[in-house]
């Protein structure tokens, strides 16, 4: 296994246009997390999947952005009608469950709305 | 809520300097925490973590100890190299509503110079 993967990389779109991004987590791990990351700043928190239940959603996800995974192994992350300030670093992470476990995090997607 | 107060950077060193990053939290239970490491262009890699009060985390020279009595979670290294330039996150782990989150401070910026 090689960690967390996500794709793409690097994301350039135009305002307004739809974006979507995938995950895929540790084969063994049941939970599964969405971060942001903008520049200067930490990762701050958007959602979360245990196995293929999203249970909860950060205020900062508005309705243009939907995250699923649908058989509790990979997810994605769409953002539709995209607006400068979605640029960003998206971040996946996964874990075993327990906060007692560290998260592994993907590599991440930057994206970028010009 | 809970919260994470890092020591503000950029921080600059010499190698082989005495590194100290200050992370002080705020939480209404007992959380764990983390020192999460981020190099240019990548995602977060955990470097170390303690789940309880007074227990010390340890990873490639790196140490932090879980003081409850100062809600403090500090960053030492006896020794720095060149290759731990980074930026440097702390962050607790929580549950609610059955989701586990992290919540990270700002980030350091470390540089180490040769």
């Known amino acids: 296994d090689t960690g967390v993967s996500q794709d793409p990389r690097h994301k350039i779109t135009k305002r307004g246009q739809n974006v979507t991004f995938r995950c895929d987590p540790i084969?063994?791990?049941?939970?599964l997390y969405w971060y942001r990351q903008t520049l200067g700043q930490g990762p701050e928190f958007l959602t979360y999947?245990?196995?293929?239940?999203?249970?909860?959603k950060s205020r900062l996800l508005s309705d243009r952005f939907s995250a699923e995974r649908p058989k509790g192994s990979f997810s994605t992350l769409e953002i539709q009608r995209t607006e400068q300030g979605d640029s960003a670093m998206y971040l996946c992470?996964?874990?075993?469950?327990?906060?007692?476990?560290?998260?592994?995090f993907g590599s991440g997607t930057r994206l970028t709305v010009v | 809520g809970d919260s994470v107060t890092q020591m503000e950077g950029p921080v600059t060193l010499s190698e082989e300097a005495f590194l100290t990053i200050n992370c002080t939290y705020t939480?209404?239970?007992?959380?764990?925490l983390f020192w999460y490491v981020q190099y240019p262009g990548e995602g977060l890699q955990l470097l170390l973590k303690?789940?309880?009060?007074?227990d010390k985390g340890s990873n490639k020279g790196f140490e932090a100890t879980y003081r409850k009595e100062t809600t403090s979670f500090h960053l030492e290294k006896g020794s720095v190299q060149v290759s731990d330039s980074a930026v440097y996150f702390c962050?607790?782990?929580?549950?609610?509503?059955?989701?586990?989150?992290?919540?990270f401070g700002q980030g350091t910026r470390l540089t180490i110079n040769p």
């Open positions: 084969s063994e791990h049941n939970r």
């Open positions: 992470a996964s874990s075993l469950g327990g906060d007692r476990y560290g998260y592994t």
């Open positions: 303690a789940t309880k009060a007074d």
């Open positions: 999947f245990q196995n293929e239940a999203q249970l909860e």
């Open positions: 939480a209404t239970g007992y959380p764990s």
């Open positions: 962050a607790l782990s929580f549950i609610l509503q059955g989701a586990q989150k992290l919540v």
